[in-house]
């Protein structure tokens, strides 16, 4: 049980920024929230993780609801490479393994 | 870069056969996985490694064993292959037990059993 809610799909255009949600109402104080991504053919790739605080990598920006109960991956300026399923997950601390749903699946529009 | 690598791509197998896969990570990371991935259901763990020769069940172990007898080395085993064992294999690795750090994953095996 992933105990994470996604939309099955999204599009976005190229170039623009896409805003991927996900919802994770029964989280608990000590839950990271991890996202991943599977580009075709491919296994699963680390994005970004965080706990409370928005986080700003290269390749994404995570912004964490004040209340942790939602989350939203930011790609800024989406490219035809970043067309993927992307995974929220739930991590517990100290939790080695991850918990995939099935995700959403972004396509991006040239 | 964090590398891991499996044995194979693509692999076709017969019912009742014995197969191996292999997964190699090259970051001497300490915890190892197996997960299987099927259209529909995601990824699901089978089976979990943190140390050497330490192994734990995933959420779908049965059918499937481990061996991990080096650091780097980790190995799935089908001891009969069924065809509902076909499936894309995913190995995965990462730093130390109690951490929740970031997995690193292989391309895959895409296994096929007749």
């Known amino acids: 049980d992933a105990k994470t809610t996604q939309p099955n799909s999204m599009e976005s255009n190229e170039e623009e920024p896409v805003h991927l949600p996900c919802n994770h109402s029964?989280?608990?104080?000590?839950?990271?929230i991890h996202w991943y991504r599977q580009l075709p053919s491919q296994g699963p790739e680390y994005v970004i993780h965080g706990l409370t605080s928005n986080v700003n990598n290269r390749m994404a920006s995570l912004a964490i609801a004040e209340d942790r109960k939602s989350s939203t991956l930011i790609l800024h300026r989406a490219t035809l490479r970043d067309a993927a399923v992307y995974y929220c997950i739930r991590v517990p601390f100290g939790n080695e393994k991850l918990t995939f749903g099935t995700g959403t699946r972004l396509t991006i529009i040239p | 870069d964090v590398k891991v690598t499996q044995s194979s791509r693509y692999l076709v197998k017969r019912t009742g056969e014995k197969v191996f896969l292999e997964c190699v990570q090259d970051?001497?990371?300490?915890?190892m996985f197996w997960y299987r991935q099927d259209p529909g259901l995601g990824l699901r763990l089978i089976y979990f490694?943190?140390?050497?020769?330490?192994?734990e069940k995933g959420d779908i172990p049965e059918g499937y064993s481990v061996s991990r007898e080096k650091k780097e080395r980790f190995s799935l085993i089908l001891e009969s292959a069924s065809t509902n064992q076909t499936s894309m294999y995913l190995c995965?690795?990462?730093?130390?037990?109690?951490?929740?750090?970031?997995?690193?994953f292989g391309p895959g095996t895409r296994l096929t059993v007749t």
């Open positions: 970051m001497d990371h300490e915890n």
């Open positions: 995965a690795s990462s730093y130390p037990r109690g951490s929740s750090y970031e997995q690193y």
């Open positions: 490694s943190y140390d050497v020769k330490m192994k």
């Open positions: 029964t989280i608990s104080g000590t839950d990271y």
